[in-house]
């Protein structure tokens, strides 16, 4: 329980060096400056305090095992570049992915994927029996400097949930990601994570998001 609730809470920190996405690319957050805002926010919040430093720790390696997904997705975004509007597209940008067809490749234990449907979107998969997730693609995201803000998700219990975020990324223009990600609830079961960027760059507001899927309970605040 606690572990879920600061998956949440982190999800709502503000990125130490966020800047315009116009801006000249900023400089990465150290280890030492995450850990300083992450236990920072966390010791000013009601029962997390006694362990905030040890839940900020546990948090980094995710976010480090995330960067190299951060530089895929980044890839399609650089200021002053076209959208990328079909497949190929995104293959020739995210040149870090191991390509092995039209649509599907590796990144390190990620499988990718190049898709339409309907918009042109780079996907990125990865799932184990009875592991805890071990990627956290919005913060890895703003300890570049991004502005990672929720724009709706819904929840399907605890520890599953989709999510849409509006990501400003310094020197790249502005996009939206989408994360859903389930930790198993048991050993035996499936932990899951999914997250995706639409390469032509449309982003939708709230109202859109119930639009296109009238069934689920979408709220404006996301956790990770």
């Known amino acids: 329980m606690r572990a879920a609730l600061f998956v949440a809470f982190l999800a709502c920190l503000p990125p130490l060096l966020a800047t315009p996405a116009a801006a000249a690319p900023a400089r990465q957050e150290t280890r030492d400056q995450f850990m300083e805002r992450c236990t920072l926010a966390l010791a000013r919040t009601a029962n997390?305090?006694?362990?905030a430093e040890g839940a900020c720790a546990e948090q980094w390696?995710?976010?480090?095992?995330?960067?190299q997904?951060?530089?895929?997705?980044?890839?399609?975004?650089?200021?002053?570049?076209?959208?990328?509007?079909?497949?190929?597209?995104?293959?020739?940008?995210a040149s870090m992915v191991r390509w092995r067809s039209p649509s599907q490749g590796q990144l390190?234990?990620?499988?990718?994927?190049?898709?339409?449907?309907?918009?042109?979107?780079?996907?990125?998969?990865?799932?184990?029996?009875g592991?805890?997730?071990?990627?956290?693609?919005?913060?890895?995201l703003r300890v570049r400097g991004a502005a990672v803000d929720p724009i709706g998700c819904y929840t399907f219990g605890l520890g599953e949930s989709n999510s849409v975020w509006r990501v400003e990324a310094p020197g790249h223009v502005p996009f939206a990601l989408t994360v859903y990600r389930r930790e198993a609830p048991t050993a035996s079961a499936m932990s899951h994570i999914t997250v995706s960027a639409d390469a032509e760059r449309n982003i939708p507001a709230l109202d859109d998001l119930r639009a296109a899927e009238p069934g689920q309970d979408w709220m404006e605040t996301c956790p990770q």
Do not use: C
């Not at 390696?61 to 960067?67: C, D, G, S």
């Open 48 to 51: 997390m305090a006694s362990y």
């Open 61 to 67: 390696p995710k976010i480090t095992r995330a960067n």
């Open 69 to 93: 997904m951060a530089d895929a997705i980044l890839s399609l975004f650089v200021a002053g570049t076209p959208s990328a509007l079909d497949p190929a597209d995104v293959q020739r940008r």
């Open 108 to 129: 390190a234990d990620l499988n990718v994927e190049a898709t339409r449907t309907p918009t042109t979107r780079i996907v990125f998969n990865w799932s184990a029996t």
């Open 131 to 140: 592991e805890p997730v071990p990627f956290d693609p919005v913060e890895a």
